[in-house]
T-cell receptor, first 112, second 114 residues
Framework: EAGVTQFPSHSVIEKGQTVTLRCDPISGHDNLYWYRRVMGKEIKFLLHFVKESKQDESGMPNNRFLAERTGGTYSTLKVQPAELEDSGVYFC??????????FGQGTRLTVV | AQSVTQLGSHVSVSEGALVLLRCNYSSSVPPYLFWYVQYPNQGLQLLLKYTSAATLVKGINGFEAEFKKSETSFHLTKPSAHMSDAAEYFCAVSLYSSASKIIFGSGTRLSIRP
């Protein structure tokens, strides 16, 4: 069974550009989470989807970040426009109800 | 509010030596506690979790952790380090056993000396 898959694995963009990160959860997992690790600090929660609905988006840093989960399947996280401080590793995780969260390998975003 | 503090951003031990990675938590309610590991170029993997069933929790790869409420600690140990244990380890806390927001510590990178 495929695990959580994230695309791309690395992205380097210029300040002011737009970047879209994608996460494909494990099939059948209704819960999908985005996390971010900036500059070797702690991994921080961004938001939580249950199917296509945003259950908790308290960790989203500002309105330059937009997360969607079309049809309750894959999810995208768009950063527009990107700033230098957005650089970091973005992790996606998925789980069944009350089940273990499985994490993807992460997308390393570098804004220059 | 919940929080996690990992003492030591980098720990180095000799192969065969005891591994001890420290974690202290803060929680206003009984917490669920986790240890995750990230091997190079891989995603986060759950090592073990405490869900109030037993204070000593055994995980994968010979790791275990003990929940000590009086000390608000959840330190990770392994009796004998192996070269393959080199990775970054994250302690984490959550209000629920799973399927909810997880609060992570800043991570401890474990190096193993031959």
């Amino acid at each position: 069974e495929a695990g959580v898959t994230q695309f791309p694995s690395h992205s380097v963009i210029e300040k002011g550009q737009t970047v879209t990160l994608r996460c494909d959860p494990i099939s059948g997992h209704d819960n999908l989470y985005w996390y971010r690790r900036v500059m070797g600090k702690e991994i921080k929660f961004l938001l939580h989807f249950v199917k296509e609905s945003k259950q908790d988006e308290s960790g989203m840093p500002n309105n330059r970040f937009l997360a969607e989960r079309t049809g309750g399947t894959y999810s995208t996280l768009k950063v527009q426009p990107a700033e230098l401080e957005d650089s970091g590793v973005y992790f996606c995780a998925s789980s069944q109800a009350r089940g273990e969260a499985f994490f993807g390998q992460g997308t390393r975003l570098t804004v220059v | 509010a919940q929080s996690v503090t990992q003492l030591g951003s980098h720990v180095s031990v000799s192969e065969g030596a005891l591994v001890l990675l420290r974690c202290n938590y803060s929680s206003s309610v009984p917490p669920y506690l986790f240890w995750y590991v990230q091997y190079p170029n891989q995603g986060l993997q759950l090592l073990l979790k405490y869900t109030s069933a037993a204070t000593l929790v055994k995980g994968i790869n010979g790791f275990e952790a003990e929940f000590k409420k009086s000390e608000t600690s959840f330190h990770l140990t392994k009796p004998s380090a192996h070269m393959s244990d080199a990775a970054e380890y994250f302690c984490a806390v959550s209000l629920y056993s799973s399927a909810s927001k997880i609060i992570f510590g800043s991570g401890t990178r474990l190096s193993i000396r031959p």
